[in-house]
Every structure is written in C-alpha cells, then in structure tokens.
T-cell receptor, first 114, second 115 residues
Framework: GDSVTQMEGPVTLSEEAFLTINCTYT??????LFWYVQYPGEGLQLLLK?????DKGSNKGFEATYRKETTSFHLEKGSVQVSDSAVYFC?????????????FGSGTRLLVRP | DAGVIQSPRHEVTEMGQEVTLRCKPI?????LFWYRQTMMRGLELLIY????????DSGMPEDRFSAKMPNASFSTLKIQPSEPRDSAVYFC?????????????FGPGTRLLVL
C-alpha cells in the first residue's frame, strides 16, 4: 500500500541555519504530495503542495520539489527562524484512489534555537 | 471564513463515561475526516464522509467508537464507554473535491483525557 517515510526527529538547528527534512514515498498511482506543519497546541496547516513531477511547492520561505525518479519530496528552507519550531508532516494523496485520503508520515519535530 | 470548528477544545472525563466530540466543516466542503493523534501511533485516520455518507470507517478502533454526519455542516464522534487508552487529540478536517480536492483543512483539535 501507499506509504510515506520521513526522517526521524527531533532536528535541532540554530537560527539562520539551512534546513532539510527528508521525505520519500511509495504509491501505486500518481500522487499529489504535501507538507503540513503543526505548531504547538494547534491543528495541522497546509504548508505547501505539488501535484505533478518536477513541480516545486513553496510558501513562507519553504520549498519542496516533487521528484518522481527518486520518489522524494524533501522540505528545505535557507534560513530558519525560531518561529519555525514545529512538527512537519509529509503526506500524499493517491489520485488513483478517488477518496482524497491523505497518507501521513510520522512527523519530524524541528527545534530552532536563538 | 471561520475554518473548521471543533468543540470542545479540551475534555476530561472518567473511564466509562460517554464522550461526544463535535465538528463543523468549512461551508461547501463535501469531504469530512476524523483523525486521532497520539505520541505512540502518530496521526491515524478514523473515518471519513463524502456528502454526509460514511465511506470508510476501517480506522475506527472498535465498536465503542461511532461517528455521524446528520447534515453538511455538522459531524460528531462518540466514544461510549470511554477508556484511558482513548486519551488523544482528535482532529476533524474537511476538503472540497473539485479543483484540487486533496487539500484538507484541519480544525484545532479536541484534547481528550480519560482518567
């Protein structure tokens, strides 16, 4: 079945450091890919998404490129801020399955120190 | 737009009691999802509805859990009787099936503690 694998956390960085959170997926169809972010005590918010190969999703300085050849969707940010501290979830929606269900990874906690 | 609304935000109850969680999806959305989040199991899909009809409840843990969607603007998740292992954060999410329907919008969650 479809699945998403994320790098284990927590990831601890200093402010202004470069961030990469790895995400790979397995899907039988041709999925859409997502990054959601969860701030402490809140629900998940869509951060960015990409719906086809080579698409780049971007938002708030974060970017991720849909790489079909490596089945990856790694999240990057050039300079993190303390306010980026949160849990980040990679997810896919397999459009061969018309249910619009999301398959989530286990989440990666990011802690940014001043 | 008010977003997805969930109530209560926090619930503390004793084992054996009935718990009802409520969700109001974004107006016009035709899909509604219930999730449970725990440290041990992460984010789990419990059940989802399309146009108020339950489509897949395979994630519902056991018969103590039930969900309804009597109309397009309201859904409930009920646990009866509750047990300590049901303690978790329960999220409701909704989406619109046309024009990129995979994007789900989450509510703030209900934090449930069963003593």
């Amino acid at each position: 079945g479809d699945s998403v694998t994320q790098m284990e956390g927590p990831v601890t960085l200093s402010e202004e450091a470069f961030l990469t959170i790895n995400c790979t997926y397995t899907a039988t169809g041709y999925p859409s890919l997502f990054w959601y972010v969860q701030y402490p005590g809140e629900g998940l918010q869509l951060l960015l998404k990409a719906t086809k190969a080579d698409d780049k999703g971007s938002n708030k300085g974060f970017e991720a490129t849909y790489r079909k050849e490596t089945t990856s969707f790694h999240l990057e940010k050039g300079s993190v801020q303390v306010s980026d501290s949160a849990v980040y979830f990679c997810a896919l929606s397999d459009r061969m399955d018309s249910s619009y269900k999301l398959i989530f990874g286990s989440g990666t906690r990011l802690l940014v120190r001043p | 737009d008010a977003g997805v609304i969930q109530s209560p935000r926090h619930e503390v109850t004793e084992m054996g009691q009935e718990v009802t969680l409520r969700c109001k999806p974004i107006s016009g959305h035709d899909y509604l999802f219930w999730y449970r989040q725990t440290m041990m199991r992460g984010l789990e899909l419990l059940i989802y509805f399309n146009n108020n009809v339950p489509i897949d409840d395979s994630g519902m843990p056991e018969d103590r859990f039930s969900a309804k969607m009597p109309n397009a603007s309201f859904s409930t998740l009920k646990i009866q009787p509750s047990e300590p292992r049901d303690s978790a954060v329960y999220f409701c999410a909704s989406s619109l099936s046309t024009g990129g329907g995979e994007t789900q919008y989450f509510g703030p969650g209900t934090r449930l503690l069963v003593l």
